[in-house]
């Protein structure tokens, strides 16, 4: 779906996400929302943000999990996503603590396996995502999924391709002090979301958001495999969609 411009498209976005927040409140049941950071995402959340203070819309039947962290990365530190994700959505709204989920990049490398498949049970435990909010990077990494990723995988540590850490450079002071690994769900793990929404903004993702519509499905650009995905909408403004 296209649209003129990314406010509006977020608008109808995080409307979406509403209303399933609140269909599953009116059913007494979780929630499960599967997050992204970025800047992409970052009006939806600004959105949800006001219905929550102007409208009521409550977060107390919501559990989330983000998609991935880089490694190791301290929580507190301002490059986190975990910092991320306080400032633009937890800090304004009421949900419990307890019900959100950003992987932890301070876990120490012998416990890192065994974390990332109890990240993953716990996402199944509840039932899978509901819902699962996308950006894309220009290597066509979903989360940090990058090319390569298997179409099964799961929740595990992953090494950064250079043009996603070029992409990251400017926000950590330059390419050195950017993280060379990530923990991140997998491509299996997203695709088990009942539902699943990209966003896709701006020129610079207009090659590759043609690339992962049109384009044959490959682990080489891992958003591809969003192709074979029975209920997912790539929501993009004018610009990102020039290629198609
Ligand atoms: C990072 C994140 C991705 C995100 C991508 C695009 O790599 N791990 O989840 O989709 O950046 O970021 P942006 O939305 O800023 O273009």
Redesign the pocket.
Same mark, same amino acid.
């Given at each position: 779906v296209i649209f003129e411009s990314s406010q509006e498209a977020s608008i109808l976005v995080a409307q979406e996400i509403a209303n399933i927040i609140q269909r599953k409140e009116e059913l007494n049941e979780p929630c499960v929302l599967g997050l =992204? /950071? !970025? %800047? %992409?995402?970052i009006k939806v959340y600004e959105e949800l943000v006001r219905l929550h203070k102007e409208e009521g819309l409550s977060f107390a039947n919501v559990v989330t999990f983000n $998609? @991935?962290e880089y490694y190791p990365m301290d929580r507190n530190n301002i490059q986190s996503?975990h910092h991320f994700m306080h400032e633009h959505l937890f800090n304004h709204v009421n949900i419990i603590p307890g019900n959100i989920n950003i992987p932890d990049g301070s876990i120490s490398n012998e416990d890192l396996q065994q974390y990332c498949i109890d990240y993953e049970m716990k996402i199944k435990a509840y039932g899978g995502l509901d819902f699962q909010l $996308?950006?894309?990077?220009r290597t066509g990494?979903? !989360?940090?999924n990058e090319p390569g990723s298997h179409v099964n995988s799961g929740t595990r540590s992953i090494t950064l391709d250079h043009v996603?850490r070029t @992409?990251?450079a400017s926000s950590f002071l330059g390419i050195d002090n950017v993280p060379r690994k =990530?923990i /991140?769900m997998g491509i299996g793990t997203v695709k088990n979301a009942k539902r699943i929404v990209l $966003?896709g903004?701006?020129i %610079?993702?207009a090659e590759i958001i043609k690339k992962t519509i049109e384009g044959a499905v490959s682990s080489q650009v891992p958003a591809t495999y969003l192709q074979q995905h029975s209920n997912t909408t790539f929501v993009l403004d004018t610009e990102a969609s020039t290629e198609l």
């Open positions: =992204a /950071t !970025g %800047s %992409s995402p $998609l @991935d996503y $996308l950006g894309i990077g990494h979903i !989360g940090f996603t @992409d990251a =990530a /991140t $966003l903004w701006g %610079s993702k």
